[in-house]
């Protein structure tokens, strides 16, 4: 393999797609409502179309970059800019509240979502969402209605109800392929997301509810008594006492997952909580 074939696997490998397109570019830095006194987390620069335009906003920027193609000329790129900080690395293999340890106060994050990492990526920010206060992301289309998506229709899945526990999300715009670098075969969106550091609804035990909404959406297709029971189940509650359960938090054993609420999967996690508690 050449050493030019090497790079053009890495950069299908980390799902890049460059923005180009100025005007899109200003519009996401504007949507994220950048201060001088604010600290930016840009996942994923690239070729530094959204960074230089963060570092007109702040002088504080920390950019993550996994590729090492991309790094060096980041560095040369931004090397008379004081407050521009690179890490070279994976995203999801960083530790974020190590990185932001003196930081005062929530950053915010601005990001050009490589495709195949866009779920993780949001995992992380729900993980983090006491370190963070607002994200400006660009996804596939596809990816974004999920997270714009309600109860009940097709796009509603995992990541829209862990989101929807504490963050409120809005779309800003559609991008089409032409704004980028190779163009992707799909359209794009812009969302806002803003974090709450507190759940928004009171909840017992946060990683009960995402074993539960997990356990819920692995066998998507199937009613929740073929889901959520065994899940109830295997936490040493017996058949007939999850079935209560599920009957007293008033979810019917025929409804699909994405049936069901954030507020439903909060009501159903408070009460096998309760019950564990009693044994």
Do not use: W
């Amino acid at each position: 393999m050449t050493e030019r074939e090497g790079r053009q696997r890495n950069k299908k490998r980390f799902g890049q797609h460059f923005l180009t397109n100025g005007t899109i570019a200003d519009r996401i830095v504007e949507a994220a409502d950048i201060g001088a006194e604010d600290t930016v987390l840009e996942i994923g620069p690239g070729k530094g179309v959204l960074t230089s335009r963060l570092l007109d906003c702040t002088k504080q920027v920390t950019c993550v970059e996994i590729d090492r193609d991309l790094t060096g000329k980041l560095r040369e790129q931004f090397a008379g800019k004081s407050g521009f900080r690179l890490i070279e690395g994976d995203i999801l293999a960083i530790n974020m509240k190590e990185v932001f340890h003196d930081t005062p106060g929530r950053i915010k994050v601005v990001s050009n979502l490589p495709y195949n990492i866009s779920t993780p990526v949001i995992d992380l920010l729900i993980r983090n969402r006491t370190l963070i206060s607002f994200a400006v992301l660009m996804t596939q289309k596809e990816v974004a209605a999920r997270l714009l998506a309600s109860p009940g229709i097709k796009d509603y899945g995992l990541t829209t109800i862990n989101l929807g526990l504490c963050a409120r999300i809005n779309k800003i715009m559609d991008v089409k392929p032409g704004a980028f670098d190779p163009p992707p075969k799909v359209m794009s969106s812009v969302v806002a997301v803003t974090f709450s550091p507190e759940h928004f609804f009171p909840l017992r035990d946060e990683r009960m509810f995402f074993e539960m909404t997990g356990a819920a959406f692995r066998q998507r297709r199937k009613m929740v008594r073929n889901t959520l029971i065994p899940y109830i189940v295997s936490q040493g509650i017996s058949e007939e006492e999850s079935r209560q359960i599920l009957e007293n938090s008033g979810i019917r054993s025929d409804l699909r997952p994405e049936n069901l609420s954030v507020q439903d999967y909060v009501g159903l996690t408070n009460a096998l909580f309760e019950a564990l508690l009693e044994k």
